[in-house]
């Protein structure tokens, strides 16, 4: 499973931006996805997920109610609207996709995207 990120941006605080990520191959749909990001000098955090079908959703309590992430199986795609966005949402944003239970888990996941810088302005 190949993973490609895109939509970062700089982008004032209070703004939105949407990221994508599309993946590669026809087993999308048996998978989870979700998205993590790292701010410099931080570890890895568990931003959002959403389960395969897409109808169970999680998110960090830091962006529950600001962030969705939702899923298009058809387009092999997953997606985080991120709207009301502050300063300490900088970070490089990555997606990732797992076959195992618990999607808030970062050691959970067997495949990873390259990252996408996301720099919120003040």
């Known amino acids: 499973v190949q993973l490609q990120a895109s939509g970062g941006g700089l982008v004032q605080a209070g703004g939105s931006l949407r990221l994508s990520c599309a993946a590669s191959g026809r087993t999308f749909s048996t998978y989870a996805m979700g998205w993590f990001r790292q701010a410099p000098g931080k570890e890895r955090e568990f931003v959002a997920a959403?389960?395969?079908?897409?109808?169970?959703?999680y998110y960090a309590d830091s962006v529950k109610g600001r962030f969705t992430i939702s899923r298009d199986n058809a387009k092999n795609t997953v997606y985080l609207q991120m709207n009301s966005l502050k300063s300490e949402d900088t970070a490089v944003y990555y997606c990732a996709a797992t076959f195992n239970s618990d999607p808030t888990k970062r050691g959970e996941y067997d495949y990873w995207g390259q990252g996408t810088l996301v720099t919120v302005s003040s």
């Open positions: 959403v389960s395969r079908g897409g109808g169970i959703t």
